[in-house]
């Protein structure tokens, strides 16, 4: 996978990490709880922090960036996910938790193996030379 299409595939799960936020930051149930509060924060910051790279084109920046933060998002989608029924048991905060811990594995996953790919060896080109 090239840089370029990991920023492709990012864009699209962090849109969906946007609509959790905006769920979150809407929410009466979770107004009065600063730890809740902190999930949409989070999830702002690290959508938010690759922007001006990916407005600049420089995804080596963009992926820098996402990595730097992935511990974060990790941790918010962790706890709201383990959290979330304390406020409420809503289907709509029951699909916020899975889409916000999914979202966050498949960003790991995409940044791994953008990872890897930049690490591997480039692929052999065949020989198409004449013969001596």
């Not at 953008?114 to 692929?123: G, I, R």
Request: proline share 5%; aromatic share 10%.
């Amino acid at each position: 996978m090239t840089p370029e299409q990991a920023v492709q595939r990012l864009n699209v799960l962090f849109a969906h990490l946007w609509l959790v936020r905006t769920f979150l930051k809407h929410a009466d149930e979770v107004q009065e709880d600063e730890a809740m509060l902190d999930v949409h924060r989070t999830i702002f910051d690290y959508v938010r922090a690759t922007e001006p790279a990916y407005q600049r084109g420089d995804w080596a920046e963009y992926l820098r960036r996402a990595r730097g933060k992935l511990s974060k998002l990790k941790r918010v989608a962790e706890f709201f996910e383990r959290e979330y029924r304390r406020v409420s048991d809503h289907t709509n905060f029951q699909m916020a938790a899975l889409s916000l811990s999914g979202c966050a594995r498949q960003v790991e996953e995409v940044l791994a193996e953008v990872s890897l790919a930049l690490k591997a060896p480039p692929a052999p080109t065949p020989d198409h030379g004449t013969e001596s």
